[in-house]
């Protein structure tokens, strides 16, 4: 099969939008599962974590593999939840498109507007499915007016005849249809007729919608193709092929959106939808070439997605299992990777063997020989890989875009119940950090207690139940905390003496080190202008060690420091009794006592947070806010509710869910997101 018959996709949506449901029936159609799993029972094929059966959420971005028309379609399965961004980020990085699923009744919700920023950013052409159509307060032309205003595109290419229980089928302004699906069959025998034959009982109301769309359609088509246009103008015929290489040009520039409609859990408007996949959204050849960076001069290069040049792939998800060990989610970008072969980790600079591959099919994996440019699948036998990093090959180095991830701003405690527990949960701790780069273990210096990091509430309480039921270790677990920041707010210069005799042998140092702040979200930084001279490059080395480790480790509270500046102003060498020990000790203890004479602060994580609520409960949702400490950014209406735009600083959001919750009879919700650090003011 050739590339140009290969799309990698993501689904994204806000949370119970129906991502799941439409995925499993997209598995279904393309004849990869043979009964349809129904998220509801807990059975969703895609949905393949324990947990995240328990909680009907979508949590690990798996891929799947399934066959349409001639087409492969890759699905990488993207989160809807805003604590999972991270996820939801390094899944875009290897989509060539994606799906854009909308709830018929809930429309274009914050989240939605999160990942859809986020799927601009790394420039995914979208194709977008308006589902639920069979649900009460289902309106789909209010939908795409949404669409409209939010986002500035859209094209409907499917029209829904009725609404809720009387939803009966889908008009294809292209094909000038009316189309409804067997409900005996679970949807997979279409029938199609021609709108002038539609059902009589429904025949005048859709002749009309068909007359109202197919002008907006054209309309809009035309305005971005003049051939079109000029067809138009001359009332001549316009040939499919030109209407739908139209719609996949813009798709893919982004300047018009198709819309697709149906419900996915009355099997309504689903292969339609596919049909929409392997016609608008590119092929690995048809989008921008991925960029790379030369090691050796950094120069910039163009990655091409031809199987016969060198090898360039990304580790973009590690998954650990039981059996099979890790499992490296990989996009091969440019040649082709075989089993049994070693490749380099361009970052690490070490090779490593691929055992075996697979292709996953809803978790049923299909062994292969090799991977190709283009494509996604499974490697084994990776030990050293991270997500994030290259693998090449050693006469082509060339290190991918690597990805950014996000600060975690909370914390937990875990405490083993046991010492062989505490073997255990090092393990877990292990496992888990290599699988997911946003969450960090640390050790309390003082207390000897581990901490776990991550990006949110509902991050946290998975990772915290994947230890304890997965990993099965016994252990307590604290209430979760605010993850703080340490910064400094003036410069200040400090010389510190290291001289200490180890084993017969002296060691020594001095320097002096000046520290300064940063701007905030800089970063940290160290510098140094002393020559070799002054200083030999080994131990200019190891003070620099010394003080990344400091930056790691807090000047008075232990949290991580940031946007502080360093500078080795000046060294005493003595080269009789120099050693790097003493170098990077005194680089530690001079940082620390350099940056108490700085007026340390404590930086406290700041959040943007978006709230929804009936303008009934408007006064008290923001007098809730104020009284937390937050700042009202926007007030906003939308159809029947008031949205809310505030920054609210973490620490006083932990249980405002339950608070909103009360404050509105259940009818008030709010999704946030980190913002940035900022000095702790003190509440009450
Ligand atoms: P996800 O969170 O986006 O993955 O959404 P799910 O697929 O898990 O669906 C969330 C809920 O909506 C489940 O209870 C589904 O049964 C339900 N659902 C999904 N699609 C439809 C639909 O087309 N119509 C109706 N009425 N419910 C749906
Ligand atoms: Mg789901």
């Given at each position: 099969?050739?590339?140009?018959?290969?799309?990698?996709?993501?689904?994204?949506?806000?949370?119970?939008?129906?991502?799941?449901?439409?995925?499993e029936?997209?598995?279904?159609?393309?004849?990869?599962t043979h009964?349809?799993?129904?998220?509801?029972?807990?059975e969703?094929?895609?949905?393949?974590?324990?947990?995240e059966?328990?909680?009907?959420i979508?949590i690990?971005s798996?891929?799947?593999?399934?066959?349409?028309?001639?087409?492969?379609?890759n699905?990488?399965d993207?989160?809807?939840?805003?604590?999972?961004?991270?996820?939801?980020?390094?899944?875009?990085?290897?989509l060539d498109?994606?799906?854009?699923?909308?709830?018929?009744v809930?429309g274009?919700?914050?989240?939605?507007?999160?990942?859809?920023?986020?799927?601009?950013?790394?420039?995914?052409?979208?194709i977008?499915?308006?589902?639920?159509?069979?649900?009460?307060g289902?309106?789909?032309?209010?939908?795409?007016?949404?669409?409209?205003?939010r986002?500035?595109?859209?094209?409907?290419?499917?029209?829904?005849?009725?609404?809720?229980?009387d939803?009966?089928g889908?008009?294809?302004i292209?094909?000038?249809?009316?189309?409804?699906f067997?409900?005996?069959?679970?949807?997979?025998?279409?029938?199609?007729?021609?709108?002038?034959?539609?059902?009589?009982?429904?025949?005048?109301?859709?002749a009309?919608?068909?007359?109202?769309?197919h002008?907006?359609?054209?309309?809009?088509?035309?305005?971005?193709?003049?051939?079109?246009?000029?067809?138009?103008?001359?009332?001549?015929e316009?040939?499919?092929?030109?209407?739908?290489?139209?719609i996949?040009r813009?798709?893919?520039?982004?300047?018009?959106?198709?819309?697709?409609?149906?419900?996915?859990?009355?099997?309504?408007?689903?292969?339609?939808?596919?049909?929409?996949?392997?016609?608008?959204?590119?092929?690995?050849?048809?989008?921008?070439?991925?960029?790379?960076?030369?090691v050796?001069?950094?120069?910039?290069v163009?990655?091409?997605?031809?199987p016969?040049?060198?090898?360039?792939?990304?580790?973009?998800?590690?998954?650990?299992?039981?059996?099979?060990?890790?499992?490296?989610?990989?996009r091969?970008?440019?040649?082709?990777?075989?089993?049994?072969?070693?490749?380099?980790?361009v970052?690490?600079?070490?090779r490593?063997?691929?055992?075996?591959i697979?292709r996953?099919?809803?978790?049923?994996?299909?062994?292969?020989?090799?991977l190709?440019?283009?494509?996604?699948?499974?490697?084994?036998?990776?030990?050293?890989?991270?997500?994030?990093?290259?693998?090449?090959q050693?006469?082509y180095?060339?290190?991918?875009?690597?990805?950014?991830?996000?600060?975690?701003?909370?914390?937990?405690?875990?405490?083993?119940?046991?010492?062989?527990?505490?073997?255990?949960?090092?393990?877990?701790?292990?496992?888990?950090?290599?699988?997911?780069?946003?969450?960090?273990?640390?050790?309390n210096?003082?207390?000897?207690?581990?901490?776990i990091?991550?990006?949110?509430?509902?991050?946290?309480d998975?990772?915290?139940?994947?230890?304890?039921k997965?990993?099965?270790?016994?252990?307590?677990?604290?209430?979760?905390?605010?993850?703080?920041?340490?910064?400094?707010?003036?410069?200040?210069?400090?010389?510190?003496?290291?001289?200490?005799?180890?084993g017969?042998?002296?060691?020594?140092?001095?320097?002096?080190?000046?520290?300064?702040?940063?701007?905030?979200g800089?970063?940290?930084?160290?510098?140094?202008?002393?020559?070799?001279?002054?200083?030999?490059r080994?131990?200019?080395?190891a003070?620099?060690?010394?003080?990344?480790?400091?930056?790691?480790?807090?000047?008075?509270?232990g949290?991580?420091?940031?946007?502080?500046?360093?500078?080795?102003?000046?060294?005493?060498?003595?080269?009789?009794?120099?050693?790097?020990?003493?170098?990077?000790?005194?680089?530690?203890?001079g940082?620390?006592a350099a940056?108490?004479?700085?007026?340390?602060?404590?930086?406290?994580?700041?959040?943007?947070?978006?709230?929804?609520?009936?303008?009934?409960?408007v006064?008290?949702?923001?007098?809730?806010?104020?009284t937390?400490?937050?700042?009202?950014?926007?007030m906003?209406?939308?159809?029947?509710?008031?949205?809310?735009?505030?920054?609210?600083?973490?620490?006083?959001?932990?249980?405002?869910?339950?608070?909103?919750?009360?404050?509105?009879?259940?009818?008030?919700?709010?999704?946030?997101?980190?913002?940035?650090?900022?000095?702790?003011?003190?509440?009450?």
């Amino acid at each position: 099969m050739g590339l140009e018959h290969l799309r990698n996709i993501g689904i994204m949506a806000h949370i119970d939008a129906g991502k799941t449901t439409t995925t499993e029936r997209i598995l279904y159609y393309t004849g990869e599962t043979h009964r349809i799993g129904e998220v509801d029972n807990g059975e969703a094929t895609m949905d393949w974590m324990e947990q995240e059966q328990d909680r009907g959420i979508t949590i690990c971005s798996a891929a799947t593999t399934c066959y349409w028309k001639d087409h492969q379609i890759n699905i990488i399965d993207t989160p809807g939840h805003v604590d999972f961004t991270a996820e939801v980020e390094r899944s875009l990085r290897v989509l060539d498109g994606a799906v854009a699923v909308f709830c018929a009744v809930g429309g274009v919700q914050p989240q939605s507007e999160t990942v859809w920023r986020q799927a601009n950013a790394y420039k995914v052409p979208r194709i977008a499915f308006i589902n639920k159509m069979d649900r009460i307060g289902a309106n789909f032309f209010r939908v795409i007016d949404e669409i409209e205003t939010r986002f500035g595109v859209q094209l409907p290419l499917y029209i829904p005849v009725g609404a809720e229980s009387d939803f009966s089928g889908i008009i294809s302004i292209i094909d000038k249809s009316y189309l409804t699906f067997s409900k005996e069959d679970n949807g997979l025998s279409i029938e199609q007729c021609p709108i002038g034959e539609a059902p009589e009982m429904l025949r005048d109301q859709i002749a009309e919608l068909y007359e109202t769309w197919h002008e907006k359609f054209f309309d809009s088509l035309s305005a971005c193709d003049d051939e079109i246009m000029e067809l138009l103008l001359e009332e001549a015929e316009i040939p499919e092929e030109l209407i739908h290489t139209a719609i996949a040009r813009e798709t893919l520039a982004g300047t018009l959106l198709p819309i697709f409609v149906g419900s996915s859990l009355k099997n309504i408007g689903v292969q339609p939808l596919i049909d929409g996949v392997v016609r608008y959204l590119p092929s690995p050849l048809a989008i921008a070439p991925a960029k790379g960076i030369m090691v050796k001069n950094e120069q910039e290069v163009e990655v091409i997605a031809d199987p016969d040049a060198n090898t360039l792939a990304l580790v973009f998800k590690l998954q650990n299992d039981r059996e099979k060990g890790f499992m490296a989610f990989t996009r091969v970008y440019s040649g082709s990777i075989q089993s049994g072969k070693a490749y380099l980790n361009v970052g690490k600079k070490k090779r490593e063997r691929v055992s075996r591959i697979f292709r996953m099919h809803s978790n049923k994996p299909e062994q292969i020989d090799t991977l190709s440019a283009g494509d996604i699948g499974v490697l084994l036998g990776f030990k050293i890989a991270q997500t994030g990093d290259t693998i090449g090959q050693d006469n082509y180095q060339v290190l991918l875009e690597s990805m950014d991830f996000p600060e975690p701003v909370i914390s937990v405690s875990i405490e083993p119940k046991s010492l062989s527990e505490q073997d255990k949960l090092k393990k877990a701790l292990d496992a888990l950090s290599a699988e997911d780069p946003t969450f960090v273990t640390k050790e309390n210096q003082e207390t000897g207690q581990l901490v776990i990091s991550g990006m949110g509430e509902l991050h946290l309480d998975v990772l915290v139940t994947r230890i304890l039921k997965e990993f099965r270790v016994e252990g307590r677990v604290g209430k979760p905390q605010v993850s703080y920041r340490e910064s400094i707010e003036k410069n200040a210069k400090h010389t510190e003496r290291f001289e200490r005799v180890v084993g017969g042998k002296d060691n020594f140092a001095e320097i002096t080190l000046e520290v300064s702040p940063a701007k905030r979200g800089e970063g940290n930084s160290y510098t140094t202008s002393l020559t070799d001279a002054e200083l030999p490059r080994e131990f200019r080395d190891a003070v620099s060690r010394g003080i990344n480790n400091a930056f790691g480790a807090g000047i008075r509270l232990g949290y991580p420091v940031v946007d502080a500046h360093v500078e080795l102003v000046s060294a005493v060498y003595d080269p009789q009794k120099a050693t790097s020990f003493a170098f990077e000790a005194a680089a530690a203890m001079g940082f620390d006592a350099a940056c108490a004479g700085a007026s340390p602060i404590l930086l406290e994580p700041i959040m943007d947070v978006v709230l929804e609520t009936p303008p009934e409960y408007v006064g008290d949702v923001m007098s809730s806010i104020t009284t937390r400490g937050g700042l009202i950014k926007t007030m906003e209406t939308k159809d029947t509710v008031q949205e809310v735009i505030a920054t609210i600083p973490l620490e006083s959001m932990f249980g405002y869910t339950t608070v909103l919750r009360s404050m509105s009879q259940g009818r008030a919700s709010f999704s946030m997101e980190f913002s940035h650090f900022a000095k702790k003011i003190e509440r009450s």
